[in-house]
């Protein structure tokens, strides 16, 4: 076989640098949902969010499809996946949190501390599991956490609670579910998250008058994405 026939060809090559484009674009509908949270302006924020972390659940599939590690392997897609998902999983939520109402006054900038155990989480070489796929220590579900405490309007003496308690986990070696590519326990989180996004949606559409109803409903997945991790770790 000769080298030229080894090379990827122009149409593999751009559908890899496609799926880059596509990835980084997650950056960019994060910038949108920082401006919004800055404006007050929440049904933007969360719209623009819930962009980036339905591209963010597509990317990693397209990009074996098209291997891109193999066509560009001088760009590191699962780098530039890391950088998209720390500014819109933690440095957007870390701005909704320090908005006023939503921590208790005089200690918004606790938040804060969130950037710092989520920067530590994702540099991590053991953040991810490889043979069964799960994320170690708190996944940095922040965006999913400011949600909540704008759609539940919750009290702020909880919100911080629950925020520090989540930071504490970061640290702490549980294994967390990985819906999209993990093995066991699968079929129920795609299924239940599929019910969740769509009611997510609803939720997203109606504000700046959530529905407290639909949103306490809507608790079932987190509760059983936190349980069902739960049981996952101390299975395994």
Excluded at 25 to 40: E, I, K, P, T
Excluded at 59 to 87: C, H
Excluded at 204 to 219: D, G, K, N, T
Aim: charged residues 10%; glycine residues 8%; proline residues 6%.
């Amino acid at each position: 076989m000769t080298m030229a026939s080894e090379q990827p060809g122009l149409v593999r090559v751009a559908l890899a640098w496609g799926v880059h484009l596509y990835t980084a674009f997650g950056a960019v509908l994060g910038f949108v949902a920082l401006v919004g949270a800055f404006a007050g302006d929440y049904k933007l924020t969360f719209g623009m969010l819930a962009l980036a972390l339905a591209v963010d659940a597509s990317d990693g599939a397209m990009a074996r499809s098209v291997r891109v590690k193999q066509t560009i392997p001088w760009i590191d897609g699962e780098l530039l996946d890391n950088i998209v998902d720390y500014f819109t999983y933690v440095v957007v939520p870390v701005a909704i949190f320090i908005q006023p109402g939503i921590l208790p006054d005089g200690l918004e900038y606790v938040a804060l501390l969130v950037l710092l155990a989520s920067a530590y989480g994702f540099c991590r070489t053991d953040a991810k599991g490889v043979v069964e796929h799960y994320f170690q220590g708190f996944p940095s579900y922040w965006n999913v956490m400011a949600f909540y405490f704008i759609v539940l309007r919750s009290d702020p003496e909880l919100n911080l609670a629950v925020m520090l308690t989540a930071v504490v986990f970061v640290f702490v070696p549980m294994r967390w579910l990985y819906p999209s590519r993990m093995e066991s326990m699968r079929a129920p989180t795609l299924a239940l998250g599929g019910v969740w996004a769509v009611m997510g949606v609803v939720m997203i559409l109606r504000l700046p008058e959530p529905s407290p109803v639909l949103a306490w409903v809507s608790m079932f997945y987190p509760i059983y994405y936190t349980l069902g991790s739960v049981v996952f770790h101390f299975r395994g």
